[in-house]
C-alpha cells in the first residue's frame, strides 16, 4: 500500500525554527521526484520546495535561503528544513512524490504565531 506521511508540524513563535518529514511507503523514493507543497484556506496549493534528483533542488522565492528540501534514500525519507518562519508561512504542508504515478500525503499544520 503506497503511503506518504508527514510529521512535524506544529505552532512556533516568528523566526523560529520547525523540520518537517515525509516517510514514504508501499514505493521507492529513489525513483521519484520528491516535492512539498502548501495550502492555506481559499489557496490553491502551492509548491514550496521540490528535489527532481538527489543533488538537486528548487525553492519558491517566497522561501529561498530559508527552507532546505533534502532526502534519506535509505530511510525513505523527504525533510524540509524551515529556519526564520514568518506568519505567512502559515499553512497545510504536503509531502508530494511524482513520476508516472502522483502520490500525496495527509498534511501537516504548521502556524507560526506569537
Known amino acids: 500500500q503506497v503511503q506518504l506521511v508527514e510529521s512535524g508540524g506544529g505552532l512556533v513563535q516568528p523566526g523560529g525554527s520547525l523540520r518537517l518529514s515525509c516517510v514514504a511507503s508501499?514505493?521507492?523514493?529513489?525513483?521519484?521526484?520528491m516535492s512539498w507543497y502548501r495550502q492555506t484556506p481559499g489557496q490553491e496549493r502551492e509548491l514550496v520546495a521540490a528535489n527532481p534528483f538527489s543533488g538537486s533542488t528548487n525553492y519558491a522565492d517566497s522561501v529561498k535561503g530559508r527552507f532546505t528540501i533534502s532526502r534519506d534514500n535509505a530511510k525513505n525519507t523527504v525533510h524540509l528544513q524551515m529556519n526564520s518562519l514568518k506568519p505567512e508561512d502559515t499553512a497545510v504542508y504536503y509531502c508530494n512524490a511524482q513520476r508516472v504515478n502522483v502520490f500525496w500525503g495527509q498534511g501537516t499544520q504548521v502556524t507560526v504565531s506569537s
Open positions: 508501499g514505493f521507492f523514493i529513489s525513483y521519484y521526484a
